[in-house]
Each structure stands twice: as C-alpha cells, then as structure tokens.
C-alpha cells in the first residue's frame, strides 16, 4: 500500500537572507521581493502554475511529471492509474498487488470483504484471500502438530488425518511410522510393540 499523497511536493518560501539574485524560470525576469523555489527553480509566485490548467499553485502542493508541474487534481487526470476492479482513476492511498494497482478498498478478500492492505494473502482460483480465511476454506492441519501443511511440505494421509511425515509417530515411543505397519487406538497411531502393550 502506498500513499499517493505522500509524493506531494510542496514549494518552499526563499530562506532568509539569500544572496543570489532570483530569476523567474517562468518568465525569465528578475524576482524583487516575494519568490518560491521549487524543483531547483525559482518562481514568482503568480507564475508557479499547473502547466495543464494554469492553476497558482502557491498552496496545497504540486506533482512533478517530465518536467511538467500540475496541480494534483490534473495530475490525477492525467496520470494516475486506473483500478484493476472498478477501473476507476486512483487517488489517494493505492495497492500494488498481482502486478496490477487497486482502490485499497477494492483489493479485498474473497471471502470476508475486508481490504488485505498489506497483510499476507493467498490466490485460490484467482481470488485474494487473507490469511485467516484461507487457511479456514483451504488449508490443512496436521493431525500431530497441529500446524498448517504449507505447500512443499512433504505429508500423508492416515486415520483420516494429515499429517506431516516427521510427525506420524508411534504416540507412545514416537518412532516414525512413514512407510511402517502402524496400528490404532482412539485415533491415535502406534507401533506394532506398542498397540499390544498394556501401556
């Protein structure tokens, strides 16, 4: 997430006491009295204008775009991008996400509607989602840890469970049972030693 507010440039008074001699880069002039500086340049303040609709820009902040000043509502017709959901233009605070921008508010999960900003998210079928719904709708947790199986996560399934390999264990000595003749009781694995234990 990133502000778009947050490039406003804002042009500044002349510190006091300057002795260079300011020239307009607007109109080439002299400046006596009263300039602005911006962008390394030095402006009457009349003549600090958007270069699209001819706007002082004296207060309230510009954007600088090739060479260009604009005031930020032509800069935003300009130039800011449209929304990969409502396709409308972006102002304000904007999303990067799946090499596409969006509203913050449109880039939501798909299952409870809340803007995934910049928390961790997942993509099932093309659809965002946050964590937390994600792991309720998709994910798997193992039946001995019980942690997520990531992706990449070597697991198996047994007892109607999953499990991660390093975690199929016998419940009473905890040898690994991945590949070995295992037994059960009350859904809990065991080796052959042990499922005929009195233990």
């Not at 093309?126 to 001995?144: A, H, I, L, S």
């Amino acid at each position: 997430v990133q502000n778009r507010n947050s490039i406003v440039q804002a042009a500044q008074q002349a510190p006091e006491g300057a002795s260079k001699t300011p020239i307009c880069y607007q109109c080439n002039k002299i400046i006596r009295g009263r300039y602005l500086m911006a962008l390394g340049r030095y402006y009457h303040p009349e003549e600090f204008i958007c270069s699209q609709c001819r706007k002082v820009l004296d207060e309230g902040g510009f954007f600088e775009e090739k060479g260009s000043i604009f005031c930020p509502k032509c800069y935003d017709m300009r130039y800011a991008p449209n929304c990969a959901k409502c396709k409308k233009k972006i102002t304000g605070e904007i999303m990067h996400a799946l090499k596409m921008t969006w509203h913050v508010q449109c880039f939501v999960c798909a299952a409870c509607r809340t803007p995934i900003r910049n928390r961790a998210f997942y993509i099932e079928e093309g659809q965002p989602y946050c964590e937390r719904d994600y792991d309720k709708m998709f994910g798997t947790k193992c039946r001995g840890c019980d942690f997520k199986i990531d992706a990449g996560d070597r697991f198996l399934e047994a007892l109607g469970f999953s499990w991660h390999d390093t975690c199929f264990v016998c419940a009473i000595c905890q040898i690994n049972l991945e590949g070995k003749t295992f037994y059960s009781k009350k859904d809990k694995p065991l080796c052959k030693s042990h499922a005929f234990s009195h233990v």
